[in-house]
């Protein structure tokens, strides 16, 4: 044999050919196949015509000219909104449309990829939507408007605009969820939109508090077997608090329910409310500042959900639980026991969003524990809302002032409730 096909034949047994030898190459991640479904969990009801989002992202030649724009925004978690910390206290909530680290990284390898269309056999079937899909609660069983749209003018300072509707409700019933929203054409001047209920005019004219909407929010869903009473004969006043966009607008809200069957009365009374509300705001310019509220809880209660509220200098904000101590009289108490509930480490002022713990992991609070709310407003030059980082910021109702507190959602139980959770609780961590 000659010497050049001996050598041929040893190189050819220590390095065979490649072809049979390599791993088959990973499938390409196509559009078709792999980014609609994620898309139509996550962000199409949102992302389509009519809706709040400005662009639709229902087909391939929608999606294709933001595809990096796409994958700069869900690798920086800023999109879909939610911006829970997802490494901080309690992980599990109700529909939630955040992403998962397999999602995301399938989003990047499609757009790293030249961001094909793929097959067009393997897209899913189109998503069907309604009118009633605007609803984060669902389709409600009735909706209360303004009698008629508000002309807001075109520029000027924010504008504040109460109104009092009448629904004619001739009988006391429950109330499963409530959401309140902008008509569509109405979006981009509601700052917030408070709905109160008032029971006796005479009495209360101004009446309590029953839903808020903030620019990105969604509707309150109460745990199983709670709800909220409307008393036959009560009214809703509206408070909008509006900012003039440049043009002429047309404003109107609604308050949409879901109810519970008729004579069906639910065990626990659920509510939303402020917690750690702090009005001496103290922000020197070109500084981040920390601020502390804090709520006492009178009984023992089960907290269903977490609301960040601040404005555009709001950076994040925390709610932490601080227990009462189990042995008052003793001589040595030792410290107290904190527990930090959530965070919202990226608050985003375009988003108030409210984030429902799962019924498995919500907070089962003892009487006199205090909810503490610590939250940090960044008026630096670094953040890109801010209005002026040069400007002193204390509280205030303008869109340009600022806020800092939490709505909380939940409901009161008594002891020997609480206790029977607490064991229950235990069992499922065991």
């Not at 992980?91 to 680290?101: A, C, G, I, M």
């Not at 709001?314 to 101590?325: T, V």
């Not at 375009?350 to 709310?373: C, E, F, K, N, R």
């Not at 002026?388 to 600022?402: A, H, K, L, S």
Request: glycine residues 6%; aromatic residues 10%.
């Amino acid at each position: 044999m000659k010497r050049a096909a001996l050598t041929l034949l040893v190189v050819g047994a220590l390095y065979p050919a490649t072809s049979a030898q390599q791993p088959a190459s990973s499938p390409t991640v196509t559009f078709t196949k792999d980014v609609a479904p994620i898309l139509q969990k996550s962000c199409q009801n949102c992302h389509r015509a009519g809706a709040i989002a400005p662009m639709s992202l229902l087909t391939y030649q929608d999606v294709r000219p933001w595809a990096r724009s796409i994958k700069s925004k869900v690798v920086a978690r800023e999109m879909p909104p939610w911006y829970i910390d997802r490494h901080i206290g309690i992980t599990k909530f109700k529909d939630d449309p955040s992403l998962t680290d397999a999602e995301i990284a399938t989003i990047t390898k499609w757009v790293d990829s030249g961001a094909p269309q793929g097959n067009p056999a393997d897209m899913p079937k189109p998503r069907v939507f309604a009118d009633v899909d605007k609803w984060h609660i669902g389709k409600p069983d009735m909706i209360v408007s303004l009698p008629k749209p508000y002309e807001l003018r075109a520029n000027g300072p924010d504008e504040f605009y109460d109104a009092d509707v009448d629904p004619e409700f001739t009988e006391d019933m429950y109330i499963a969820a409530v959401e309140t929203k902008p008509e569509a054409y109405s979006f981009k001047v509601v700052h917030h939109a408070t709905a109160n209920m008032i029971e006796d005019e005479e009495e209360d004219p101004v009446g309590f508090f029953f839903n808020e909407y903030a620019l990105g929010k969604n509707g309150d869903i109460f745990p199983e077997n709670s709800g909220r009473l409307i008393k036959a004969g009560s009214k809703i006043h509206f408070n909008l608090h509006l900012h003039p966009s440049g043009e002429k607008a047309l404003v109107n809200v609604s308050i949409g329910f879901k109810l519970y069957p008729k004579g069906q009365v639910p065990k626990y009374v659920a509510f939303t409310q402020h917690m750690g509300d702090n009005t001496d705001l103290d922000i020197p310019p070109g500084e981040v500042a920390r601020t502390d509220g804090y709520f006492r809880l009178p009984k023992p209660a089960v907290i269903s959900a977490f609301q960040p509220h601040m404005h555009n200098r709001g950076k994040a904000q925390c709610m932490e639980a601080i227990y009462p101590d189990i042995r008052p009289d003793s001589a040595r108490p030792g410290p107290a026991r904190t527990e930090t509930l959530s965070c919202v480490s990226n608050y985003q002022f375009g988003w108030h969003i409210t984030y429902p713990y799962a019924d498995d992991v919500q907070p089962i609070l003892p009487a006199g524990t205090i909810i503490h709310i610590t939250a940090w407003h960044d008026n630096t030059p670094a953040n890109k809302y801010n209005p002026n980082p040069r400007n002193w910021v204390g509280y205030g109702q303008r869109t340009i002032d600022e806020m800092s507190f939490a709505w909380v959602s939940l409901f009161y139980i008594d002891e020997a409730d609480y206790q029977q959770r607490v064991e229950a609780r235990k069992k499922t961590h065991e």
